[in-house]
């Protein structure tokens, strides 16, 4: 007795995974491209290469004896928007390794290894590329070890040019090393710069530069050169400073994203602790005058939907104040005295 088998009308051929839209061999000729800078950024732990089904890491290799492992993930937001409709695809990555890793250093660990997550409905693999190698640079300059990713290509899911991006890391610190710690009223607060406005309230961002008539390549109102371009300035990473301020005594570390200093601030405090931030302790610089101007956004919105110049801040006791400051500096951020942590809750500002 013969089975039966499957009905195929006539004159039809066979379909394949590429008459659907995806194409292997795309997603195999970026992993071939991308090899060189993922290997670029390996340090003592890391095992094994790309390409496996999972990525090793051995952490007494990299010198920890009792670590306790600090895990985050994020992404860039509408940023990746105005990266997508101008083409400029190579500051993107290096924000979403910013966004992730500068959350691992808040809790007083150091970033060990990063995993990124791209997906697109049809793969452009110069594209995909170049977004993969700013996130290797970037995890580059912090120690972190780009270990693997996904590369997902799904068909009917994007529209033609659209991806999306996402970034995973682990960290470690050694028992006991974990932040924020205590501290009491009077500690001192230490805002680090930020370059504009990293990789949060771009939803706004945009509402203002349509209401404005403004297009991406028009000048920019508040720099040098055309807007878009202006606006893709990178998020800093903040991984040397931030382990180089705890080295040096600092109990606590915000990464200032979405909330800006407002809501970021609090998530650090002991119970019955808030703080008064002297605004007139740092220029919020141009492009945040432009914004305030431009959106009318008045002052309480504009230090709840940006970071106004301060992409981190460190809160020291009094006696290492000097000390910590000195260290954000020494590892090249540009470090200022902001304010104190004071009785009462949530953030004040005069």
Request: proline fraction near 5%; hydrophobic fraction near 50%.
């Amino acid at each position: 007795m013969t089975e039966p088998t499957a009905s195929r009308k006539p004159g039809r051929n066979g379909l394949s995974y590429g008459d659907a839209g995806v194409d292997i061999d795309a997603g195999d000729a970026l992993v071939a491209a991308i090899k060189p800078a993922a290997a670029a950024t390996a340090r003592p732990g890391v095992m094994g290469a790309l390409g496996g089904f999972g990525a090793l890491f051995d952490l007494k290799a990299a010198g920890y004896v009792d670590p306790i492992l600090v895990a985050a993930t994020d992404g860039v937001g509408t940023k990746l928007r105005l990266a997508i409709d101008t083409g400029l695809l190579d500051t993107v990555g290096r924000d979403l390794v910013a966004m992730v890793v500068n959350d691992l250093v808040c809790q007083g660990a150091e970033p060990l290894f990063f995993l990124d997550y791209y997906a697109t409905g049809k793969l452009d693999v110069a594209s995909a590329a170049q977004v993969v190698t700013g996130i290797a640079g970037a995890c580059a300059d912090c120690g972190c070890a780009l270990v693997g990713g996904e590369t997902a290509e799904m068909p009917g899911m994007y529209p033609a040019g659209d991806f999306d991006l996402a970034g995973f890391a682990v960290g470690a610190a050694e028992r006991g090393g974990l932040l924020p710690a205590p501290f009491a009223e009077g500690a001192v607060v230490i805002g680090l710069a930020s370059d504009g406005a990293h990789s949060n309230g771009y939803s706004l961002i945009r509402r203002i530069v349509a209401q404005e008539g403004l297009a991406w390549n028009d000048p920019a109102p508040f720099a040098d050169g055309p807007l878009g371009a202006a606006l893709l300035t990178p998020t800093r990473l903040y991984v040397r400073a931030g382990l180089a301020m705890r080295r040096a005594g600092a109990l606590a570390l915000a990464h200032v994203t979405g909330g800006g200093l407002t809501g970021n601030l609090p998530r650090v405090a002991p119970q019955g602790l808030g703080f008064e931030i002297d605004r007139g302790a740092w220029s919020r610089g141009p492009l945040f005058d432009w914004l305030a101007g431009a959106g009318g956004v008045d002052e309480a919105e504009m230090l709840r939907a940006f970071n106004c110049g301060v992409g981190m801040v460190a809160v020291a006791p009094p006696e290492a104040a000097e000390t910590v400051l000195a260290a954000a500096e020494e590892a090249g951020e540009r470090a200022f005295v902001i304010g104190r942590a004071v009785a009462g809750d949530g953030v004040r500002y005069r």
